[in-house]
């Protein structure tokens, strides 16, 4: 019940095309879905986060929705770039505490 | 401003030797929670503290794993009589107050058992 399950576990996409990353839940006490990035050698960094009153959110290129009865998210990045190149884990928390990270996508976009 | 701080980088032990991870936080921040991630997995919450206190341990092993986060100084994540199963990157993050903020992640120590 505390798992947040990811897919797909890498994905390649071309230069300007759009990555759907893709997560489930089944705890609906969760109340905090954080979206992090992470490049090799480096710590995640928070890329965009969404709170379960709210369907989608958007911070630029980068594009959360969230459908509350099905227990699913997803982050969708438009115009992929090479430099968006990099591991990318979708979270869950009950109220900002610990959280509970899914299995993290592997994004290549190529040039 | 400077970010959340780890040391050592990379660190190499042997089997049967003791593992320091030291994780100091952003600056007005309270709140520490260790993370271990494997090669290829997502982060594994350990434990969440704050100031001599530690709040949720539900994610770290009973045997050979310890933490703390005291009044001054860094917080502390220690592993005695390390064995190779313990090879992972560990992450803290830091955040201003429990819950209320985002989790901020340093860069990690990388351990490597032998």
């Known amino acids: 019940q505390q798992q947040v399950k990811q897919s797909p576990q890498s994905l390649i996409v071309q230069k300007g095309g759009i990555s759907i990353i893709n997560c489930a839940y089944e705890?609906?006490?969760?109340?905090?879905f954080p979206w992090y990035q992470q490049f090799p050698g480096k710590g995640p960094a928070l890329l965009i986060a969404?709170?379960?009153?709210?369907s989608e959110k958007k911070e630029g290129r980068f594009t959360i929705s969230f459908n509350k009865s099905a227990k699913q998210f997803s982050l969708h990045i438009m115009d992929s770039q090479p430099g968006d190149s990099a591991t990318y884990f979708c979270?869950?928390?009950?109220?900002?505490?610990?959280?509970?990270f899914g299995a993290g996508t592997r994004l290549f976009v190529k040039a | 401003n400077a970010g959340v701080m780890q040391n050592p980088r990379h660190l190499v032990r042997r089997r049967g030797q003791e593992a320091r991870l030291r994780c100091s936080p952003m600056?007005?921040?309270?709140?520490v929670y260790w993370y271990r991630q494997l090669p290829e997995e997502g982060l594994k919450f350990m434990v969440y503290?704050?100031?001599?206190?530690?709040?949720?341990e539900s994610g770290m092993p009973k045997e050979r794993f310890s933490a703390e986060f005291p009044k001054e100084g860094p917080s502390i994540l220690r592993i005695q009589q390390v064995v190779r199963g313990d090879s992972a990157a560990y992450f803290c993050?830091?955040?201003?107050?429990?819950?209320?903020?985002?989790?901020?992640f340093g860069p990690g120590t990388r351990l490597t058992v032998l």
């Open positions: 979270a869950a928390s009950i109220g900002g505490f610990k959280t509970i």
């Open positions: 705890n609906t006490a969760f109340d905090y």
């Open positions: 969404i709170r379960p009153d709210v």
């Open positions: 600056k007005g921040h309270s709140h």
């Open positions: 503290l704050q100031k001599e206190n530690i709040i949720d």
């Open positions: 993050a830091s955040q201003t107050m429990g819950g209320t903020d985002t989790q901020y």
